[in-house]
């Protein structure tokens, strides 16, 4: 079974060779638009989550 490892290792070793990694500058630009994005996205849902809540309450409270 310790071969069969080993040799999983190796495999795996040698298919980390092949990967092409992302530069430097290309991690930095997609981890900002990934924050952007997430900031964006949080500030459009909380706004229509405030309406929704406007908009219940006053329902709720006509009745």
Known sequence: MSASLFEFFRGVR???????WPSR??????SIAVVL???FFSVYLWLWD???????SLVF???
């Open 14 to 20: 040698e298919e980390l060779r092949k990967v092409v």
């Open 50 to 56: 405030l309406l929704f809540v406007k908009i219940i």
């Open 37 to 39: 994005f997430t900031a």
């Open 25 to 30: 500058e290309l991690v930095i630009k997609a």
């Open 61 to 63: 409270n006509n009745l």
